[in-house]
């Protein structure tokens, strides 16, 4: 018999939602479901105050939550404490960002953080690493495409953790 691929819908932003993978790929998203077991608030300043001396004149010396998991990422940046005013924090944040930067450019990053929170369904799943063909591995962060260039010996595994897993800075405009 043939196999044919499972009918999947992209949302408004272009992203097809992990929980449509569930059928194809059930372990894959059982142990993404997992994630959501990490329900455990850990903030550091309250735990290590002298992070606040550390930090003194940074956002983080107010509010340094550990990271509870790729389920609560969206979650977890809206609620920060920290004032954002613009949407570059949600880049590594969100599925549906990823989708609205790769449409939109770089110009993105200027929107209104708390508008365009408002209009994201999806936190960090399936879209972030793979796009929409969750068959393969992909970079889907323009930006690191571009730093690394196309002789680059680093892997495609690597690079797919790295595009959020890195240091970032952005220029002032």
């Known amino acids: 018999g043939c196999s044919s691929k499972p009918k999947v819908t992209e949302n408004a932003n272009g ?11 059930p372990d894959i998203y059982a142990s993404f479901m997992a994630n959501e077991d990490n329900k455990v608030v850990f903030d550091h300043v309250e735990e290590y105050p002298m992070i606040a001396t550390v930090y003194e004149g940074m956002a983080f010396n107010k509010y340094y939550n ?9 979650d977890d940046v809206q609620a920060t404490g920290r004032p954002h005013a613009l949407a570059n924090c949600l880049t590594c944040k969100s599925a549906d960002y990823t989708a609205i930067v790769n449409k939109n450019g770089v110009s993105a990053y200027t929107q209104d953080f708390g508008e365009t ?36 010996k680093v892997s495609t595994s690597m690079q797919t953790c790295g595009q959020c897993h890195v240091e970032y800075y952005f220029d002032k405009e």
């Not at 550990?66 to 969206?74: G, K, M, T």
């Open 117 to 152: 929170a408002g209009v994201l369904e999806e936190g960090i799943s399936c879209y972030n690493c793979h796009g929409n063909d969750v068959s393969t591995l992909t970079v889907t962060h323009q930006y690191l495409s571009n730093a690394l260039g196309e002789e680059t």
């Open 15 to 25: 992203v097809v939602a992990a929980s449509q993978w569930q059928e194809q790929y």
């Open 66 to 74: 550990a990271a509870r998991s790729h389920s609560y990422s969206l």
